[in-house]
């Protein structure tokens, strides 16, 4: 795990990684323009897109999962730990907002983290989580964070989410340039990101999705013998 937010940090302080942020930020921010005065988790490695509300947020804490210490390549106002994904170390509906990067789909145990997630969020919060795009060419390049893990396909994230009672508000791809250094300059960048999202929609390097509580979800249906009374009678046929 240590070895894994070693190459993160040198990632995102690459040219590739500073475009990606560059890019991803203008899809997080459009789904979350004003934090002031909430509550901000980041589970994975989210601190390259915390400091895109470190100004309006009442408080943040970026959770890493794994073992060893916490370990930022830069210096921020808001708290850092380690967590267990299967349980978080929080109150139950403390956080008006969770992003996740780079967390579902390094985890073995991707539904227990996102119950133990339905759990410290607030009955009207919201969760934002970025995967890999199983049609993109992040997900097939091991030299980035976005190559690491299991990707998903969009069908494939919204049925893990609606199995762990959420309910999917916006599902779409994003992060279109390769991860080649030269295409992630600000205005081939940019040209390429609105290019793709038109021609190959389907085809971003990362799938991102905006979630909400599903309190209607309800519990699954138990297997314990019930009997009642029928209104009519019932006849044998053949």
Not at 4 to 20: C, D, I, L, P, Q
Not at 154 to 164: A, D, G, L, N, T
Request: proline share 7%; aromatic share 8%.
């Amino acid at each position: 795990m240590q070895d894994e937010v070693r190459s993160a940090n040198v990632f995102y302080e690459a040219a590739t990684g500073a475009g990606a942020v560059r890019l991803l930020a203008r899809h997080l921010t459009a789904a979350w323009p004003d934090l002031s005065g909430q509550t901000l988790l980041g589970i994975g490695y989210t601190q390259p897109f915390l400091p895109l509300w470190e100004e309006q947020a009442a408080f943040i804490v970026a959770a890493r999962l794994g073992n060893g210490t916490s370990s930022s390549s830069r210096r921020s106002s808001y708290a850092e730990c380690l967590i267990d994904g299967a349980s978080l170390p929080f109150p139950d509906l403390s956080f008006h907002r969770v992003l996740m990067v780079h967390a579902l789909e390094t985890t073995q145990a991707s539904r227990d983290l996102l119950r133990a997630v339905w759990k410290v969020m607030r009955d009207d919060g919201k969760l934002l989580l970025v995967v890999p795009n199983r049609r993109g060419v992040w997900a097939h390049s091991d030299t980035t964070p976005f190559g690491q893990g299991t990707p998903f396909s969009p069908r494939q994230i919204r049925e893990q989410m609606r199995e762990s009672m959420f309910h999917v508000e916006s599902c779409g791809t994003a992060l279109y340039p390769p991860p080649f250094p030269p295409l992630h300059r600000s205005r081939l960048g940019d040209f390429i990101e609105k290019a793709g999202s038109t021609v190959l929609p389907s085809c971003g390097g990362v799938v991102i999705v905006e979630a909400v509580k599903d309190m209607w979800g309800g519990l699954p249906v138990t297997t314990t013998n019930t009997c009642f009374d029928l209104v009519r009678q019932v006849l044998p046929t053949g």
